[in-house]
């Protein structure tokens, strides 16, 4: 049985699963025919039934050509450039912005989350993004980037264009892992913009550091330690919980934190605006919905990625126009929850600004600079329960306390533009003797390909109940292992 006769069956396959395996493949053969085929030619064919669902791989480097004028013409204002070697003619990188991304972000909150992952198509290469999030803690996608590895020179190359689309004056906050290129020049291209180090990834560089001779429960138990002190509010909670860290942590703890600056990290020393956020989790978030896309020739790739944010944006401009309240109902219920906390509490007046709460401890609230000592406002600029007791007591006006970034007025002014689509008909043939643009020279990295992200040492997995032998585990139906009856 050839290749061909075989990718003419699996088309339909791929089809409704894009990331359908050479695996799968002989599964499916072995399972509907009792047939059994070589890797080699399930392979093929599944490489053969892409290319006509999806387009060749070689020949889609050069498509991005037409389809960036194309986009750039149904969505003015938008930013997509391609680089490639003038002497070979070798692709090398492209940036993409929609203008309707451009103009929402001004009405998302001023955080960004910057991350990079691998692509899985022919020629590989590593996807850079800078993620956003709106009112209602939604993804808000702001830029993307194609290069062939995260190196210094690619994170420089991402950020210069990032600066160009971002049109808003404001701080903006960052929230990256350690990468040289990301601690380089994230200062130095923002100078008025605040960078935060992931602490999720900040964790799993603690449990490396800390001694494989320990057991699991005491890495696990300093790393709770390391949280404690970056989720540590004030100056006197950071201390004592990093004393602590250092005497159960010993030496490898203590080396690890003298490396990072305070100011990284730390929410007490922390000068920007963070909105409670400290990981990069919202550009995870966003590499995991294009997961099913990664597999793709490069411009089909770009393609679904259009068309998952103009849903996306879409969708939630059709939701926020039946909310008619000030802010979302989560946040409203959080108002609520805080009020019926602190309606036992005394609260006294210093003046028309500054007022005492007399919980356990006591703290001081100023409404006029929107701080509390439990400092809580500060961290999430969402009045804490301090806050929300005074400004009840003493009648004054809820929602004038609470920042505009929370508010649905500023998620649907987010969603207000449009990203238009860009129809195929019409768009010219491309041969391998008409193609401007090639692709790059990559090499394969030995051994098996990787098709799922490799997890961090101590991430947590979500138990699942598999279907097929009825137990709790790490597996599902079509990977499980186990003899049953």
């Not at 395996?21 to 490489?47: D, M, N, Q």
């Not at 492209?94 to 992952?117: E, Q, S």
């Not at 004056?169 to 008025?192: A, C, E, M, Q, W």
């Amino acid at each position: 049985m050839t290749s061909k006769i075989i990718a003419k069956e699996i088309v339909e396959e791929v089809r409704s699963k894009p990331s359908y395996t050479p695996i799968e493949c002989l599964k499916h053969f072995e399972g509907r025919y009792s047939c059994l085929i070589g890797y080699y030619h399930a392979w093929l064919a599944v490489e053969k039934a892409n290319k006509e669902l999806f387009g060749d791989f070689q020949l889609s480097f050069d498509k991005l050509r037409w389809y960036g004028e194309e986009l750039k013409e149904k969505n003015p204002g938008t930013v997509m450039d391609v680089e490639y070697c003038n002497e070979t003619n070798r692709f090398i990188r492209f940036f993409l912005a929609f203008d309707a991304c451009i103009k929402g972000f001004n009405y998302c909150r001023p955080i960004l989350a910057v991350d990079g992952t691998f692509l899985k198509g022919r020629y590989k290469g590593t996807l850079l993004s800078a993620i956003g999030k709106d009112a209602d803690q939604g993804l808000f996608p702001l830029a993307i980037g194609v290069v062939d590895s995260e190196t210094e020179a690619n994170w420089q190359w991402f950020l210069e264009k990032l600066s160009i689309v971002i049109t808003c004056s404001r701080p903006l906050t960052f929230f990256t892992d350690r990468h040289s290129g990301l601690v380089k020049y994230v200062p130095t291209i923002f100078p008025t913009g605040y960078h935060s180090y992931c602490l999720q990834h900040l964790k799993g560089n603690l449990r490396d550091k800390l001694s494989d001779r320990l057991s699991n429960g005491f890495r696990e138990k300093v790393v709770n330690l390391f949280n404690d002190c970056a989720h540590a509010p004030t100056v006197i909670t950071f201390a004592k919980a990093l004393e602590e860290l250092c005497t159960v942590g010993g030496a490898s703890a203590k080396n690890f934190v003298e490396s990072l600056p305070l100011e990284r990290w730390a929410n007490v020393y922390f000068e920007g605006r963070r909105y409670g956020e400290m990981t990069s989790n919202a550009a995870e978030s966003f590499n995991n919905q294009i997961l099913k896309f990664r597999h793709l020739p490069i411009c089909e790739f770009v393609d679904k990625v259009r068309v998952l944010i103009m849903e996306q944006m879409c969708n939630r401009r059709l939701l926020s126009n039946k909310w008619s309240s000030y802010v979302f109902p989560v946040m409203e219920k959080k108002l609520i929850d805080r009020f019926n906390k602190g309606r036992t509490w005394h609260v006294a007046a210093a003046n028309d600004d500054i007022f005492e709460v007399f919980s356990q401890p006591t703290v001081v609230v100023d409404l006029k600079k929107r701080t509390c000592t439990c400092c809580r406002w500060q961290l999430h600029l969402f009045p804490c329960v301090h806050a929300v007791t005074v400004i009840q007591k003493t009648e004054k006006q809820m929602y004038d306390y609470i920042d505009p970034y929370y508010t649905i007025e500023a998620f649907q002014l987010s969603y207000e533009g449009t990203i238009n689509p860009v129809p195929t008909l019409g768009a010219p043939v491309i041969t391998k003797e008409s193609a401007i643009i090639l692709p790059p020279k990559t090499r394969r990295p030995r051994g098996r390909p990787k098709v799922g992200r490799i997890r961090s040492r101590g991430e947590k997995v979500r138990q699942m109940l598999c279907g097929r032998c009825g137990k709790l585990g790490k597996h599902n139906r079509r990977t499980c292992k186990e003899a049953v009856d």
